[in-house]
């Protein structure tokens, strides 16, 4: 069974910066399409970012154009990106596969206020 071992979230103002850090175990990792969900309080957890294993990548239209995915098969790890955050970006994170997911990490939290 994979773990998934999400960090990097915090608080920042409008505007700023984050890059959030997902670590999987297992050496399956690098054949499986990865992606970064949220969940804010109250509303479904929803898929903003994926990347196949060929480092092909798709945004949510929320975030398109702030946010990069990016992965290091060799590390096991998958990265996002996320410039230019807005109010509405707070949430919990969480990385997972696409498809039939691994159980959730702890997932990290972004909180986005002035």
């Known amino acids: 069974q994979v773990q998934l071992v999400e960090s990097g979230g915090g608080l920042v103002q409008p505007g700023g910066s984050l890059r959030l850090s997902c670590a999987a175990s297992?050496?399956?990792?690098?054949?499986?399409?990865m992606g970064w969900y949220r969940q804010a309080p109250g509303k479904q957890r929803d898929l903003v970012a994926s990347i196949t294993r060929f480092a092909i990548t798709n945004y949510d239209d929320s975030v398109k154009g702030r946010f990069t995915i990016s992965r290091d098969n060799a590390k096991n790890m998958v990265y996002l990106q996320m410039n230019s955050l807005k109010p509405e970006d707070t949430a919990v994170y969480y990385c997972n596969k696409l498809g039939t997911r691994w159980a959730w990490g702890q997932g990290t939290q972004v909180t986005v206020s002035s």
């Open positions: 297992g050496s399956i990792f690098s054949i499986y399409a």
